[in-house]
């Protein structure tokens, strides 16, 4: 289940890194893909540097969980990854919650899912 867990850590860390590219460096074209459903095309450019901002949050939490792997003590480093995938799962659920249910899926569920398998191994 080890394996398991750092898989789905390493996964949720990877996705995490690419919506910090997509916020801070793509938010008017790739952006723009992603979120056509939720917001009207003419309001990227005004909202560039908040999606910029919520990049950099992203970046944080991928950063918390490649930190992770490099934690010596076992104890730790299951708390620290236990700490950002948590930070990760509560994100997602918010924005479930305030915005579209498919942050659920997409972010939420990933980390609950590592969550476990953290517990489990």
Do not use: R
Not at 17 to 29: D, G, P, R, S, V
Not at 50 to 65: D, I, R, T, V
């Amino acid at each position: 289940m080890e394996i398991v867990a750092k898989i789905l850590i390493a996964a949720v860390a990877i996705e995490h890194l690419y919506i910090l590219w997509m916020e801070m460096f793509a938010w008017e074209t790739k952006g723009k893909e992603v979120f056509k459903s939720a917001l009207p095309a003419e309001l990227f450019k005004p909202t560039k540097g908040l999606a910029a901002n919520q990049g950099l949050y992203n970046g944080f939490l991928s950063a918390g969980l490649v930190w992770s792997f490099l934690i010596e003590d076992e104890k730790w480093q299951t708390n620290i990854a236990l700490f950002f995938l948590g930070c990760v799962a509560v994100a997602g659920i918010y924005g479930a919650v305030s915005a579209t249910k498919k942050i659920f899926f997409v972010q939420a569920l990933p980390a609950i899912l590592a969550i476990g398998a953290v517990l489990l191994k």
